[in-house]
């Protein structure tokens, strides 16, 4: 049996439930519990505040957590990252006032500034680096307020959109810091068992994750363009061909790479292909 902390509620909560939902395992979510016991897969569902998953991964009380980059760096603990998981992506920035003028770059702009932030560290270190010295106000929360009521000059906060900062007057001018899910995992010694019930979750998480980078495709062609066709198709292994009921016809099976997509249609399309689908993958496995 091995335990997993994830966020009880928030921005990382339903994408982390997701994930381990499409790695086929059944539990019941945080109303219910702060700790919940999947039916049909040894592990135990930890929920926890976001700020805290390191601390309890980092003393065992969890084997793994769920959480973003920047809480994790700012945290401070030393920890193994067993996968970026691709949800929750934001970056941790400096914003300003709207109308203070300031030049991409120029750092030294905040040397001495007051900052607020939930993210005393991360911008300290940046700041750092950069030769300055700023004055941290450090806040938990409603950081983009701080500049409006006369609490600091500038702030150091998460954005994804930035419509929060727009709405409060103020503009994004560095990113420090650019973070997303990843899964996590004490550095140290554990059991052979819980190795390997580890190893069966990375395998469901990588399978999920292959499934959503690549497309099924199936298209009709006249058999003397499935040569070409066959080239133009990266595929697996190689592409399945099988005869259409119409003679001198094949319909041709595979798979597409997310990113390649556009491309590939636009060249198959070329080369002859008709009645193209597209169908998304749930799962892959090599
Ligand atoms: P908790 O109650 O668990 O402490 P919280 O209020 O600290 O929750 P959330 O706002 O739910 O945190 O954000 C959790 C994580 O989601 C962040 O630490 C960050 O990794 C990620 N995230 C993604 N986009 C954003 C965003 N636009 N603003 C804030 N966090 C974001
Ligand atoms: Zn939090």
Same mark, same amino acid.
């Given at each position: 049996m091995i335990r997993i902390a994830i966020q009880k509620? $928030?921005? !990382?909560?339903e994408d982390s439930v997701k994930l381990l939902k499409e790695c086929g395992i059944k539990f019941a979510g945080a109303d219910r519990k702060l700790l919940s016991r999947a039916e049909n897969f040894p592990i135990e569902i930890l929920y926890l505040r976001d700020d805290d998953i390191p601390q309890y991964v980092f003393d065992g009380v969890a084997d793994l957590g769920i959480v973003g980059q920047n809480v994790l760096v700012e945290s401070e603990f030393s920890m193994n990252?067993?996968?970026?998981?691709?949800?929750?992506k934001c970056r941790l920035s400096l914003a300003i006032p709207k109308d203070v003028s300031y030049n991409k $770059?120029? !750092?030294?702009?905040?040397?001495g500034k007051r900052i607020a932030t939930s993210y005393p560290k991360l911008t300290e270190k940046f700041l750092h680096a950069a030769g300055c010295s700023p004055k941290i106000e450090f806040l938990s929360?409603?950081?983009?307020i701080a500049p409006g009521i006369g609490l600091s000059d500038a702030i150091c906060d998460l954005v994804s959109t930035g419509s929060t900062l727009i709405s409060n007057g103020l503009k994004e001018v560095e990113t420090v810091f650019d973070s997303q899910a990843v899964l996590i995992h004490a550095p140290g010694a554990i059991s052979e068992d819980k190795k390997s019930i580890i190893n069966d979750l990375i395998f469901r998480i990588e399978s999920v994750q292959k499934g959503k980078d690549y497309k099924y495709i199936l298209l009709n062609a006249p058999n003397e363009a499935i040569e070409e066709i066959k080239s133009l198709l990266p595929g697996m292994k190689s592409p399945t061909i099988l005869p259409l009921a119409q003679s001198g016809w094949s319909s041709i099976h595979s798979v597409v790479l997310e990113n390649d997509f556009w491309n590939v249609i636009d060249n198959v399309r070329k080369a002859g292909a008709q009645g193209i689908l597209v169908v998304p993958i749930e799962k892959m496995i090599l």
């Open positions: 509620s $928030g921005r !990382l909560n990252t067993l996968k970026k998981l691709g949800f929750s $770059g120029n !750092l030294k702009y905040f040397d929360g409603s950081v983009e």
